[in-house]
């Protein structure tokens, strides 16, 4: 994939759908908590649960881990998968109390490597979330790669088929300028593609890269 493809696929994105203003949470911590939810569900359902956690004024680091852990299950129901996600939430939050004591902004502080470092480590968190922890939360320059990117680009013939996660956000990072905004926006794009046209089963009519060979 070279650089001016992506770069044409990120221009006639943004020209048809224009800029995103992604994530779509309040503050970091939401934005953290929503990325951890989000997890195998939509974000119509997460939003259900962090409107549960802000009803209850649990939206904070230690007001979340002071919550037991059948009471924050419930909260969070509407998320799906709630008890593993409970899990998952009380895992980070460990980390970021024993580690942090709580502070996001000292986390912030961590280098961009070391920061997803970390955030890989911590049980439950893999390369998606802890890359949308990295950018969206602690605007770090990392790419987040998920579902509807990878199908974007392999129905096009911009990666191998078996090309993997970090392969993938690799592609992108060594041909883009390493800037968080522009990946912040790019990842949003493709969002919006992936939704409206490139789904399971392609809706190709009108799609801004249509005239692209296809891989089917």
């Not at 044409?8 to 992604?22: E, H, K, S, V």
């Not at 509407?78 to 980070?92: C, D, E, M, S, V």
């Not at 970021?96 to 986390?107: E, H, Q, T, W």
Request: include cysteine.
């Amino acid at each position: 994939m070279s650089h001016s493809k992506l770069t044409d696929l990120y221009q006639r994105l943004l020209a048809r759908y224009g800029p995103q203003g992604w994530w779509p949470a309040n503050g970091r911590f939401e934005i953290i908590v929503g990325a951890i939810l989000t997890q195998n569900t939509n974000w119509t359902n997460v939003e259900k649960a962090l409107i549960n956690l802000k009803n209850a004024g649990c939206l904070t680091p230690c007001q979340l881990y002071a919550l037991d852990v059948p009471s924050l299950a419930e909260l969070i129901r509407p998320a799906g998968y709630f008890n593993i996600k409970t899990q998952r939430l009380r895992h980070f939050l460990q980390w970021l109390l024993d580690r942090f004591d709580g502070d996001l902004d000292a986390v912030g502080q961590l280098s961009t490597h070391h920061l997803r470092e970390q955030l890989l480590a911590i049980k439950g968190i893999g390369p998606e979330t802890a890359d949308s922890i990295c950018l969206y939360a602690f605007e770090k320059p990392v790419f987040v790669v998920d579902a509807y990117t990878a199908r974007i680009l392999g129905r096009h013939g911009m990666i191998w088929p078996e090309a993997g996660y970090e392969e993938i956000r690799e592609y992108f990072e060594g041909s883009l300028e390493r800037n968080a905004r522009l990946y912040n926006e790019f990842h949003a794009l493709l969002v919006r593609l992936g939704k409206e046209h490139c789904k399971p089963k392609p809706r190709c009519g009108g799609c801004p890269i249509e005239d692209w060979p296809h891989s089917l």
